[in-house]
């Protein structure tokens, strides 16, 4: 091939080369500017991500209270008392519960719902969730001062029966609670209640308990204010209205606290006084004839003669089986700190008992006496005793016991 052909033909591939080149050019560059296109495109206008799953419509009451109840709901307090509210939250929920008080002054609360009484008023104790809130209504009564010394306790004297006291409080208007009773007795409330406070106050709350349960706060201080005292006075069995004799050469103590009459709490420390009753004097020459005559299911006619015409003395009529069961027992016992003898019998079941409210006007009696009126039997064909001593209210039983049997008749 002559040389003009091959170049004639290299430069056809040249241009063809060159054209080829300023295409490719082109090319790349449009496709370069397209990339940058999308680039910035996508910068500024990102793809939209896909839609979640959308969740169920959530419980609007499922994490709120609905409910706050407060325990107590009403309180008394002393100035310097403490009180700790109960909260029950509905649904029990872990929420924070905020305590707030009406009067701070007067009864302070903090953010663990303690009350704490500053001085006398009312105020309202609140307990707050969110929107829920329950109230606890705080009364404060001023505290008693009490003395050093509330109480001068002297001239203790005793019989063969009983035991009498001078009171004397330093406080002329603070009413307190005084009882003689037997050491055993005393022992037994300590064991079992801590104080005779403690005792006196569930007794008290007991007797003035309402059908609900609850206590009826106004017969709890009218019990509170007729049992309690004030002012000087001497206590016994007469002055303070109670016939309980006790026996003789026993161990009795006097107990006295000065008491809140609101509330029935002790306002003082139990004071406890020891005594001994005195021992017994017989008098073996004092004697009684008994006629017994038409006895019948339900009464009989008998007619009491003392040897000594001046005496006192006391009766009583009791079922053959109760009379045998405490003086002549199967079995040795012990009831309310006595051996069951003689002595049981006639203090516990016939004085402090069957006559207490009436002794002088039945039970015990002088001289000569008819007594078909006041005896009466109340089953027929039935073993009775007919009991009878001597007896003085400050020497106690002053003779032998007598028992006399007879049967009541058929209907």
Known sequence: MSEYVIRKKTNHIDLIMKFMSKQTHRI???????????????????APKPNPTPEPNPDPKKDKVTEIVLTPKDAKLTEGETLQLQVKLT?????????????????SVDDKGTITAQKEGKAVITAKVDDVSATC??????????????????????????????IKPADKNMRYMAAFMRRTIYDRYIQNEGSINAF?????????????????????????????????????????????????????????YGVDPDTGKAITEEYVLDAHTQKRIVNENLTFKVDITDVKATSAKVVVTPSDPNTTWFWSVQKKRFVDFYIHPTKDIDIEGYATNEDYMVFEKLLTGIY???????????????????????????????????????????????????RSGAN
């Not at 649904?91 to 009864?107: R, W, Y």
């Not at 705080?138 to 203790?156: H, Q, R, S, W």
């Not at 007991?206 to 019990?223: C, I, L, S």
């Open 28 to 46: 790349i560059a449009s496709f370069l500017s397209l990339i940058v296109a999308f680039a910035l495109a996508s910068c500024n206008d990102p």
């Open 91 to 107: 649904p029990a929920l872990e929420h924070k519960i905020i305590f707030t008080s009406s009067d701070a002054n007067i009864a």
């Open 137 to 166: 209504s705080v009364e404060v009564t001023k505290k008693n001062v009490v003395p050093a010394k509330p109480f001068e306790l002297t001239d203790l004297r005793t019989t063969g029966s009983n035991a009498s006291v001078m």
């Open 200 to 256: 006196d106050l569930a007794f008290w709350k007991e007797a003035t308990k309402k059908p609900d349960g609850t206590v009826n706060e106004e017969q709890f201080k009218k019990a509170i204010m007729r049992d309690s005292n004030v002012g000087e006075k001497v206590f016994d069995e007469k002055t303070n209205n109670v016939r309980y004799p006790f026996p003789d050469d026993h161990d009795i103590v006097f107990v006295i």
């Open 356 to 406: 207490a409210n009436d002794f002088d006007k039945i039970a015990v009696q002088k001289g000569k006496t008819d007594i078909s009126e006041l005896l009466h039997t109340n089953s027929a064909n039935t073993d009775y005793v007919l009991i009878i001593f001597g007896w003085d209210e400050v020497k106690g039983i002053t003779s032998k016991v007598e028992y006399i049997n007879f």
